[in-house]
């Protein structure tokens, strides 16, 4: 394309976007919004990194953007916070648009400019409007989501300006290749001595057995000692690997696409610590390379993996070997559901996202597919074949569709961590199809620049771009409406969780969180019938007995509420909802005495989060058994837990104050 064509197409791609998103900036905070960003205590300071490296140490530059959202906007305006999504969005899409660019050629090295340019723009355009990306755009907990297919775009898109370097001048591939190697050599020492220190060191902490500072100098010392003696042994083999001295003119364009590299490498370590999803970018790499630079030699892309491709391997299983020897786990330390059972579930999951890939309707915040459980059914087992099926044709394929073998591989590799063997709490989410959709634009752009060109060709028309390019543009004339259509739902949390409904009539989470939305819009009849709803759909649910309790508490059916509580209590005896709300009911009837024990049993159940028992205990002691010594120790505990910017902190201040002079 000439430089005129790319920044009209780049202009289009951002004004489309700008047109798709920004009239629902205003849309309110939704679902995971409240919880994990308004309320989440770690992101209110900034400045402050231990703690959110503490909270989460795979999301730390996700979890720091939001804490500087909330520290330059509050938590009571959405639309700034959304905005960043938008623009997030929109440098993915001109990050696509770029690295496809760089890499149509490789995959199509016989096709003509306009055939190769109808695949790199139409492939961004479909990414651009497609529908599933709301959840990762208007959501702003999706934010995790399109942050970390931002760095593995500009990853790959470096990564391709490298292998363009080195592969016009096998001169400066040849010396460029050596220092790798070199560097390699170095980076392998330091991992291994890592290995041979941390291993030890971070049981023996996971375990409580050393404190973690102390942990820290021994393991640096360790390290440092170890490397102290590698560098004695292997001087003259380090010496030995220097890489030779080559024109000016080579080092000149070594450096560039040294640089390359190194930009490569920092936007795949940025990724590393905003979403787990972007360590799939070395094997993403490697299908690069294997497909498209190495022009499907696998014994080529192989060596890469002990060249340039090493840096991005060996840390991440560094990293995952020292998580195991530590904790025993890679993904969670708690069994969601067994390892069989969530890879037949995501076998009939990911074809119902291929399906909304290609026909986006019905889309939801919620899908409440079901766990499949012992062996499934023959829709498991259909929809598992399918999907071999397909990665077989597309690896068979590898030579005669190369883009369309890349995007599906990129697509598949992309939902390996959320659907595979590591089972997360939700069988399905939307915004968990953000990074597979560069793989799966790139395999539509070959669909319509593919087949569909060489179809208009062989039918003896004399422009194959405009048959070829009308069908994409009705295609994304589709998608453009159902884009529309969906976003306009995020409007209106009631309207949104009123769709999850339409399409998940049956789902007992889907009721509670409409419930929930009535409860904080003070509309307790209709938050008792969602949740009363909701409860008879999962009846040994104790969070739902406690919910719905309270919305009976508050429209005066005290009897119906206790009754609930105590069955919540019954199904989970530290439960602690139900205990304060039960202790409460007890307290407006005089009943201190059991009022006291129940929040007594709430405090054990949960000693250092418990506000709500605290507090009440607190009040007891202040205003009806005017025990001041109990009543200070409670409200101690109390402000302890509570959240600084709470407007109840004051007033328990003050009572402290009063308490305690």
């Not at 096709?111 to 109808?118: F, V, Y």
């Not at 392998?188 to 820290?216: C, Q, Y």
């Not at 042994?233 to 080559?246: I, M, N, Q, S």
């Not at 999907?387 to 190369?402: D, E, H, K, M, S």
């Amino acid at each position: 394309m000439s430089r005129r064509i790319v920044w009209t197409v780049a202009l289009v791609l951002t004004a489309v976007v700008a047109a798709l998103y920004l009239p629902v900036l205003g849309a309110p905070f939704e679902y995971d919004d409240k919880v994990e960003i308004l309320q989440n205590r770690v992101l209110r300071t900034p400045g402050s990194f231990v703690p959110i490296w503490e909270y989460n140490p795979f999301r730390v530059l996700l979890l720091y953007s939001f804490s500087w959202d909330i520290w330059a906007w509050g938590v009571l305006r959405p639309a700034p916070y959304r905005f960043e999504n938008v623009i997030i969005h929109a440098v993915c899409t001109l990050l696509l648009f770029a690295w496809l660019r760089r890499l149509v050629p490789h995959l199509a090295p016989s096709w003509g400019e306009e055939r190769r340019a109808l695949l790199t723009a139409g492939a961004a355009l479909v990414f651009a409007v497609h529908p599933l990306a709301i959840e990762s755009v208007t959501y702003i907990s999706g934010r995790s989501s399109s942050l970390a297919t931002l760095f593995v775009l500009l990853s790959l898109w470096a990564w391709m300006g490298y292998a363009d370097r080195v592969t016009e001048d096998p001169a400066v591939g040849r010396w460029l290749a050596a220092r790798v190697r070199r560097l390699n050599v170095g980076l392998g020492t330091v991992l291994g001595a890592g290995l041979l220190v941390g291993l030890p060191i971070s049981w023996m902490v996971a375990n409580e057995r050393i404190a973690s500072g102390r942990a820290i100098a021994i393991g640096l010392g360790g390290a440092s000692a170890l490397l102290a003696v590698a560098a004695a042994v292997g001087a003259d083999r380090w010496k030995a690997l220097t890489p030779a001295k080559v024109s000016a003119e080579t080092q000149a364009a070594a450096n560039k696409a040294a640089n390359s590299l190194a930009v490569s490498f920092l936007a795949f370590l940025l990724g590393a610590v905003t979403k787990e999803i972007a360590a799939m970018l070395p094997v993403i790499l490697f299908l690069v390379e294997w497909l498209a630079v190495q022009r499907g030699n696998g014994r080529a892309a192989l060596d890469t993996l002990r060249g340039r491709l090493f840096p991005f391997v060996s840390i991440p299983v560094f990293l995952v070997v020292l998580r195991v020897g530590a904790y025993g786990y890679i993904a969670s330390p708690t069994t969601i559901r067994p390892w069989f059972t969530n890879v037949l579930t995501q076998a009939e999951v990911v074809p119902h996202y291929l399906r909304l890939w290609l026909l986006p309707f019905p889309q939801s915040i919620y899908h409440d597919h079901a766990v499949v459980t012992g062996l499934g059914t023959w829709v498991t087992w259909l929809g598992f074949s399918g999907l071999v099926a397909l990665l077989f044709v597309a690896a068979r394929w590898r030579r005669l569709a190369p883009a369309a073998a890349l995007g599906l591989w990129v697509a598949a590799i992309a939902f390996a961590p959320t659907s595979s063997i590591f089972a997360l709490k939700e069988t399905m989410v939307e915004h968990r199809t953000y990074l597979p959709s560069v793989g799966l634009a790139l395999a539509s752009g070959w669909v319509f620049a593919g087949p569909v060109w060489s179809l208009a060709a062989w039918m003896g028309r004399t422009r194959p771009l405009l048959h070829a390019a009308l069908p994409l543009l009705l295609w994304c004339g589709g998608l453009i409406v159902g884009n529309f259509s969906y976003n306009q739902l995020w409007k209106s949390e009631e309207a949104l969780w009123s769709n999850a409904l339409s399409v998940n009539p049956d789902s007992p989470d889907a009721w509670r969180y409409l419930g929930d939305l009535y409860a904080g819009q003070g509309r307790w009849p209709d938050a008792d019938a969602a949740l009363s709803k909701a409860l008879k759909l999962r009846p040994e649910d104790p969070e739902l007995m406690s919910k719905l309790g309270r919305t009976k508490a508050i429209n005066l059916d005290l009897p119906a509420a206790e009754a609930l509580f105590r069955q919540a209590a019954s199904v989970d005896a530290c439960h602690t909802p139900a205990l304060n709300n039960l202790a409460q009911i007890l307290r407006l009837r005089g009943d201190l005495s059991n009022a006291i024990d129940l929040y007594t049993d709430s405090v054990g159940c949960a000693p250092t989060e418990n506000y709500i028992a605290q507090r009440a205990l607190g009040d007891i002691y202040y205003s009806e058994l005017r025990d001041r010594e109990k009543a200070g120790h409670h409200y101690t505990r109390a402000l302890e837990v509570l959240d600084p910017a709470s407007p109840d902190a004051p007033l328990l201040k003050q009572r402290l104050l009063e308490l305690t002079w």
